[in-house]
């Protein structure tokens, strides 16, 4: 699309539209509403994924100029304002039409904004891997030596700086939601990166390139310095960061979790898990809430506590037994959990192995959603409540999504019932 001639529909449509209208019967004001709302839109498509030649803009430009003056004829007319003036916006003494490079700018943009905002989909995981964005830092946009539609966007967005904008201001990261920002190059702390706040500390990590994940676990740090012992001065910078990184990760833990949307589980569980995660499950709290009358609103697990999502999720102590269980089989320590969004957060940031995460996060979400099963069961049936079968239930149901719902995962019965991770 750098060449003129393939913009040409885009001038013949945008003349073609201006003789239709004839400008001479609108009055200024109706003119300018028409460049606003439909000259601005009309070459969109073309300019949301081309940047357009210079030679392109100065002729869409002149057109909507001629337009604005009132004329279609080919008599030329005073032009009263000049047209940078006209397209300044309305805070700057303009009347805020705005130039068709900017709406090219920020179209193209988009996307940049998109890559680093969006679900992951085909195209992206292309542009990711053609580019390794995966292992830059938000600076870097795309690989030097390629060439193609998205180098021609990555010139887009460095060009921003003309308008006073920085695209990196745009960003701020979510770590528990991105696993590949990097720890000490991307912003995702405050303003700077953690490589300029800490210039010290950062010459003593030894994997410069490693990523918020590397670095933060659910309940730990994982440090690899180059060496065994830090002297004072750098010391305290080390308290300071760790203290930087608490504070932002407690700001992230309250904005919510990340649901992991994968076909692996049943979307009726994915659907309960997330109406958990917003506190919306018809528990007798969220019931009472909405005005309805109730027998009891005591757990119908333990008849102990007032039955609260929380409360009957996580801390029920049928629930805290079967998760017991269930760390148990999966063979790692029993962890506390404050609520649902904890426990579902744990399961998204567990462990380094992507495939292994995934069945984690099969087992935490058929976990809650057997526990749920189980208050439903002694609520509308009378059934006795019993951890061990929960436990035997998300058991043989993961095995089930796992060998029926996706492909990949060959685990015989006898080995999956001793161990998800076999
Ligand atoms: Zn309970």
Known sequence: MALKKFWRPI??????????????????????????????????????????????????????RKFLWGGDDPKSKIHWVSWPKVVAAKSDGGLGVGTLKAQNIALLTKWWWKIKTGDMCLWKECIISIHNLNKRPVTIIAKKSANGTWCNIAKAIQSLPEYDVNHQDLFTMIPSSNTSFLFWKDRWCGTLTLQERFLRLYSLEKKKLCTINDRIKTDSFNWCWKVQQMVDDVLSDFISLCSLILDAKNAILQSGAQINWSKTVPLKIRCFIWRALLDRIPVAANLEIRGIKLQSATCPLCNLEKETGDHLLINCSVAREARGWIFNWCGIKVTQFNNVIDFVNFAANWGSCPKKRERMNAIVYGLLWFVWMARNNTVFKQTRVNPAKITDEVISQTYTWFKYRTQGVKARWIDWSLSPFC
Do not use: C, H
């Not at 109706?30 to 073309?46: D, E």
């Open 11 to 64: 001038i013949d449509k945008f003349q073609s539209r201006l003789s239709v209208w004839k400008a001479k019967t609108l009055s200024f004001g109706g003119r300018l509403t028409l460049i606003k709302s439909v000259l601005n839109s009309l070459p969109t498509y073309y300019m949301s994924l081309f940047k357009a030649p210079k030679g392109i803009l100065d002729d869409l430009e002149k057109l909507r």
